[in-house]
């Protein structure tokens, strides 16, 4: 089968699950058997003292198969949510696996996710990687990580962090800080909701102003002023601050803002895949680009693309107005047809997704 054929039929498929019936629905009185049936099975595994739960979906195939496991995006901390519903569903069918796990401190993972950092939460799909390597149906040499957002810094981070990781993909995870990451989508949350530009100033010093104290560039009191004068204009519930701050050997945003995930990238061997949309509010993605181009020159093993009309959740068709919605915004699902097709077609150039009858 030539490459384009099997690019298109990749495409295909991965975007008819996005539009699938949901799982357990019965099936008409006309239906046939599926060519592919899916085991779905309930595994639980151990880190860092935390038992963690999560969900195998694995093609009853032949052989051996290639495994994803899925990183969570910040706001998306359970198994359930829409947004990882499209590689549950698409992958299996082109012969791979994908294990989607809850968090730790969310759904049925032990764990407080206060007590951990990056590294940590790493560490806990490396833990999954580990266990399935014992595993009879999925070939040890082709497990990889897949990430949305955070889970993109993760599933990056990961593999820097396990040698016999085979590959990693990262949607919608910038190339800067996490500092500068919610400077950029504090002041489009602001600009998305109207609001003045002497108030997006006043945001954006506020959380210059935190920052500064959790890297001991400020003293506390000053930094508490600046931040009680903020605590009381309407715009502040929208910009995800506190109205106090820990200091910062307590503080688990004092460790997450000393990641820069292009280091990361120096540690990373294996194929990646890094994928951005150019209507997302929540990540400069020029500035990634950007950083990521000026250093391409190292990374000869990691391709970036960015597609047209995509936001955060490679969704086309939401709002700005509820990208930004904390309520709706998790429930996003990818609807992109370029998105799946980059997806499908990456995984088959690497040797991971297949095509045809079994």
Do not use: C
């Amino acid at each position: 089968m030539n490459s384009k054929r099997t690019a298109l039929l990749l495409v295909a498929l991965l975007s008819s699950a996005a539009l699938a019936e949901p799982a357990g629905s019965p099936p008409p009185f006309w239906s046939a058997a599926p060519t592919t049936t899916v085991e779905v099975q309930e595994r639980t595994f151990a880190n860092a003292g935390a038992e963690l739960s999560g969900t195998l979906y694995a093609p009853k195939v032949d052989g051996r198969v290639p495994l994803v496991i899925v990183y969570h995006a910040a706001s998306a901390a359970t198994r359930d949510f829409p947004l990882y519903r499209h590689v549950t569903e698409a992958l299996p069918p082109l012969g791979m696996a994908v294990f989607v796990f809850d968090r730790r401190g969310s759904g049925k993972s032990g764990g407080k996710l206060e007590d951990s950092d990056y590294n940590m939460l790493a560490d806990d799909g490396i833990a999954a990687q580990k266990m399935f390597a014992k595993d009879t149906r999925i070939d040890p040499k082709r497990i990889g990580f897949w990430g949305l957002s955070q889970g993109g810094w993760l599933s990056l981070l990961a593999a820097s962090r396990s040698p016999e990781a085979a590959f990693a993909i990262s949607i919608s995870a910038p190339m800067t800080t996490p500092d500068v990451q919610m400077i950029f989508a504090s002041q489009n949350i602001l600009r998305i909701k109207g609001f003045s530009q002497a108030d997006i100033d006043q945001a954006t010093a506020t959380r210059l102003a935190v920052d500064d104290f959790m890297r001991g560039k400020r003293d506390r009191a000053s930094t508490q002023s600046v931040l009680d004068a903020a605590a009381a204009k309407p715009w502040f519930e929208l910009i995800y601050m506190n109205k106090t701050f820990k200091n910062p050997d307590e503080s688990r945003w004092a460790k997450e803002i000393q990641h820069d995930p292009l280091a990361t990238l120096d540690k990373v061997r294996q194929p990646a895949l890094v994928i951005y949309g150019t209507a997302d509010p929540w990540v400069p993605v020029k500035t990634s680009v950007e950083r990521f181009r000026a250093s391409a020159p190292h990374h000869p093993n990691i391709e970036v693309a960015v597609i047209q009309g995509a936001d955060h959740s490679m969704a086309t068709t939401v709002s700005p107005v509820d990208q930004i919605d904390p309520v709706l915004s998790p429930k996003e699902t990818p609807d992109s047809a370029e998105y799946f097709s980059l997806l499908g077609a990456w995984l088959a150039k690497q040797g991971l997704a297949r095509i045809g009858t079994r």
